[in-house]
């Protein structure tokens, strides 16, 4: 593979991504609906969910950690060390701020919310 290469857009990989972020959408959705431990529970269990969650919770981080991995390699070589790390950091730290300070908080406030 041709140096050429890296700097075209690789469509697949957004694809798969999607597709991985849909499965992990739908992961935690179906979290409150089966027997497992979870912050938050609904009256509605459906055992029978179990086991299609089993089959997704094994391979989903794995497959978002692929991805990733090799989309930061098409990345790395086509904008270099410096240019990757300046990247990274304009693209992600502003999201990173608002899932600390915003997004994590509320489910665990909704949590323990009940408990006093």
């Not at 990733?68 to 070589?77: K, N, P, S």
């Amino acid at each position: 593979m041709g140096s050429e290469s890296f700097g075209e857009r690789k469509f697949f990989l957004d694809w798969l991504r999607a597709a991985a972020f849909g499965a992990l959408v739908l992961f935690h959705a179906g979290m409150p609906y089966v027997t497992w431990d979870y912050g938050i529970k609904s009256e509605c269990i459906y055992p029978q969910l179990e086991m299609v969650m089993s089959a997704v919770g094994a391979w989903r981080l794995a497959l978002l950690f692929f991805i990733a991995g090799v989309a930061g390699r098409f990345l790395l070589e086509k904008l270099g060390p410096r240019g990757y790390a300046v990247a990274r950091i304009r693209r992600l730290f502003v999201v990173v701020l608002v899932a600390m300070m915003i997004i994590i908080p509320v489910p665990v406030y909704v949590e323990f919310l009940p408990k006093g």
